[in-house]
């Protein structure tokens, strides 16, 4: 009895190991992410082109957070996995994964271009609106319905063609996201294998049916199990895992360095003005720069030093995303302040005017 008891301690603390290497080989591989992008952003020269705000960083999160957590943490436990039914499990969950990610790429590009797409084809009810609703009991209660047709649903490939009509796709990031999402041979066999998978039959399945000449053919030791093989599906596995770290760089490139700009609209030039309190340099639009031909003075809430100063034109100037002029342009109607030759406020003047 004491025997069998202490080889099962043994056994426990052997599968402890186990998890143990597991967790610390995901964690190098994720700080490994977070350097590559890191290193990525400092590549990146037109930092103050782009508008960004906050919820800009939660977009690129989704994609590194499910890198990490849904493809990263499967990847190793698929590497490192010791049985049939293991490497069976594994293989097709990261297989699942790794092309899931071009989905996610999909609704993330829709919200950050808002292009309008619905997020699904059915409506689910989101539980961040209704806490007390789960998609589980959604799906099982069978209440859903069909989205709206006029309402097309988030697709990788309606996305395309969404920003195909609305932007100018001249971009070096965009491009370059395509040709690896559709071009990429490694990841090109990975949707491949994941068709087979959903479509024909599990990956390194010990079962195999196949139909020859009218005829199905049923084979319970298939030679799909071949650790070769096995072999070679992880290591497809890590290159396409590079690739999609790569499109997430990508990404990054869209959020920080270079959005695409709208049809409809074009890129704006601003000055660049001094704050006369902290010699920080802020961009001002020529709406308000054109008061100064009346010889007034501005003055705005410096954000750097949280003073509200007058400020100087420097004479440089600078090319920014239309979204960004925008921004920029609403932050001057709300703190700035245009004085004339007599110290007043123009803007003063015109409300006691009103009253």
């Given at each position: 009895?004491?025997?069998?008891?202490?080889?099962?301690?043994?056994?426990?603390?052997?599968?402890y190991n186990?998890?143990?290497?597991n967790?610390?080989?995901?964690?190098?591989?994720?700080?490994?992410?977070?350097?590559e992008?890191?290193?990525?952003?400092?590549k990146?020269?037109?930092?103050?082109?782009n508008?960004?705000?906050?919820?800009?960083?939660?977009?690129?999160?989704q994609?590194?957070?499910?890198l990490?957590?849904n493809?990263?943490?499967?990847?190793?436990?698929?590497k490192?996995?010791?049985?049939?039914?293991?490497?069976?499990?594994?293989?097709n969950?990261l297989c699942?994964?790794?092309?899931?990610?071009?989905?996610?790429?999909?609704?993330?590009?829709?919200?950050?271009y808002?292009?309008?797409?619905k997020?699904?084809?059915?409506?689910?009810?989101?539980?961040?609106?209704?806490?007390?609703t789960?998609?589980?009991?959604q799906?099982?209660?069978?209440?859903?319905?069909?989205?709206d047709k006029?309402?097309p649903?988030?697709?990788?490939?309606?996305?395309?063609?969404?920003?195909?009509?609305?932007?100018?796709v001249?971009?070096?990031?965009?491009?370059k996201?395509?040709?690896?999402l559709d071009?990429?041979?490694?990841?090109?066999?990975?949707?491949n294998?994941?068709?087979?998978?959903?479509?024909?039959?599990?990956?390194?399945?010990?079962?195999e049916?196949?139909?020859?000449?009218?005829?199905?053919?049923?084979?319970?030791?298939?030679?799909?199990?071949a650790?070769?093989q096995?072999?070679?599906?992880v290591?497809?596995?890590?290159?396409?895992?590079?690739?999609?770290?790569?499109?997430?760089?990508?990404?990054?490139?869209?959020?920080?360095?270079?959005?695409?700009v709208?049809?409809d609209r074009?890129?704006e030039?601003?000055?660049?003005?001094?704050?006369d309190n902290?010699?920080?340099?802020?961009?001002?639009t020529?709406?308000?720069?054109?008061?100064?031909?009346e010889?007034c003075?501005?003055?705005?809430?410096?954000?750097?030093?949280?003073?509200?100063s007058?400020i100087?034109?420097?004479g440089?100037?600078?090319?920014?995303?239309?979204?960004?002029?925008?921004?920029?342009?609403v932050?001057?109607?709300?703190n700035?302040?245009v004085?004339?030759?007599?110290?007043?406020?123009?803007f003063?003047d015109?409300?006691d005017?009103?009253?």
């Amino acid at each position: 009895m004491l025997k069998k008891f202490f080889l099962r301690r043994k056994k426990d603390s052997r599968e402890y190991n186990s998890e143990n290497k597991n967790k610390v080989e995901c964690q190098k591989l994720e700080k490994k992410v977070d350097k590559e992008l890191e290193n990525g952003l400092k590549k990146f020269k037109r930092l103050n082109y782009n508008y960004w705000d906050f919820s800009t960083l939660q977009y690129r999160e989704q994609l590194i957070n499910y890198l990490k957590k849904n493809i990263i943490y499967v990847y190793v436990l698929a590497k490192n996995a010791d049985s049939d039914i293991d490497r069976e499990i594994y293989a097709n969950t990261l297989c699942g994964n790794l092309c899931s990610f071009i989905d996610l790429y999909a609704q993330v590009l829709n919200i950050f271009y808002r292009l309008g797409l619905k997020p699904l084809r059915n409506n689910f009810s989101p539980t961040l609106l209704n806490p007390t609703t789960n998609i589980i009991d959604q799906v099982i209660n069978g209440n859903l319905k069909k989205c709206d047709k006029q309402e097309p649903a988030t697709s990788w490939g309606k996305v395309k063609e969404m920003i195909g009509k609305k932007y100018d796709v001249q971009n070096d990031y965009y491009e370059k996201t395509k040709a690896i999402l559709d071009s990429n041979p490694d990841v090109t066999a990975m949707k491949n294998l994941r068709n087979y998978s959903v479509h024909y039959q599990p990956l390194f399945s010990r079962f195999e049916i196949w139909s020859k000449n009218n005829n199905i053919v049923f084979s319970v030791n298939s030679n799909n199990r071949a650790s070769d093989q096995y072999q070679k599906f992880v290591e497809l596995a890590h290159r396409v895992i590079k690739k999609e770290l790569l499109a997430i760089h990508y990404f990054d490139g869209m959020c920080f360095d270079q959005k695409m700009v709208p049809k409809d609209r074009k890129n704006e030039r601003v000055s660049i003005f001094r704050c006369d309190n902290c010699n920080s340099e802020l961009m001002v639009t020529d709406y308000f720069k054109d008061f100064l031909k009346e010889k007034c003075k501005l003055k705005i809430l410096c954000e750097r030093c949280k003073q509200y100063s007058t400020i100087t034109d420097t004479g440089k100037s600078q090319i920014v995303h239309p979204e960004k002029y925008d921004s920029l342009l609403v932050n001057e109607l709300n703190n700035m302040d245009v004085i004339d030759s007599n110290g007043r406020s123009i803007f003063q003047d015109i409300n006691d005017s009103n009253t």
